[in-house]
């Protein structure tokens, strides 16, 4: 929900990589009706289901979910109907465990949408710059852990770098982080100050983000 609040305002074409069963992309669909949204997702069964979340959410005339690989080569990217220099805003939260750490998904499908090395997550950066339109915004989520590759990625494509490190609680270390940057942009990085998602005890979410999470704010970035 925090990537799809994420979304700048006024975004006419949102292309959401990776989408599973549509949750970030929905959430900026409700805050811009008049947004068209193209969802990716490679694992047929959670397409299925954002297609019956977009029905159920009266969305279906505002988003196209394709089934393709975030990573495949351009030629079948475009044969899957994903286009080139095109989207206004591109989001996404990819496979955030490196390979060989962790504990691994019962099932390859599962596995694949959490295990993720430096090099794939470079395609799938290279896969969001190409889509984005000039002066597009790209957003991911992503773990603090893994901001090094993350943000050799980013910085190898995509200028007016915004890195907004998010916490769990006041007193807890920033545990995921949103970055953000421009398609053309010549602007230096930002670091912006720490938010806290819940309050001091543990047990309810801030103002700010308990706004966000009921559907009625975007987040402030």
């Not at 286009?83 to 998904?105: C, K």
Request: glycine share 8%.
């Amino acid at each position: 929900m925090l990537l799809g609040a994420a979304v700048s305002e006024g975004v006419g074409r949102l292309l959401d990589l990776g989408s599973g069963v549509g949750t970030a992309a929905f959430v900026a669909l409700a805050h811009a009706p008049a947004c068209r949204a193209t969802l990716v997702e490679q694992n047929p069964d959670m397409a299925a289901l954002a297609r019956d979340n977009a029905a159920a959410n009266g969305f279906a005339a505002h988003a196209e979910i394709i089934e393709a690989n975030v990573t495949a080569k351009g030629a079948e990217r475009k044969a899957a109907g994903l286009l080139e220099n095109h989207y206004a805003a591109v989001i996404a939260n990819p496979p955030f465990f490196e390979s060989g750490a962790g504990t691994l998904a019962a099932t390859s499908d599962r596995a694949a949408a959490r295990h993720m090395d430096a090099l794939s997550l470079d395609l799938w950066v290279r896969t969001a710059a190409t889509s984005a339109a000039a002066n597009g915004e790209v957003i991911f989520i992503y773990p603090v852990e893994s901001l090094a590759p993350l943000l050799a990625a980013f910085s190898q494509r995509f200028g007016g770098l915004t890195i907004l490190p998010l916490a769990p609680r006041p007193d807890a270390p920033v545990n995921r982080v949103l970055l953000r940057g421009t398609k053309g942009s010549r602007a230096p990085l930002r670091m912006l100050a720490s938010r806290a998602l819940h309050d001091a005890e543990g047990r309810a979410f801030r103002p700010e983000f308990d706004a966000i999470f009921r559907g009625v704010a975007r987040l402030d970035w």
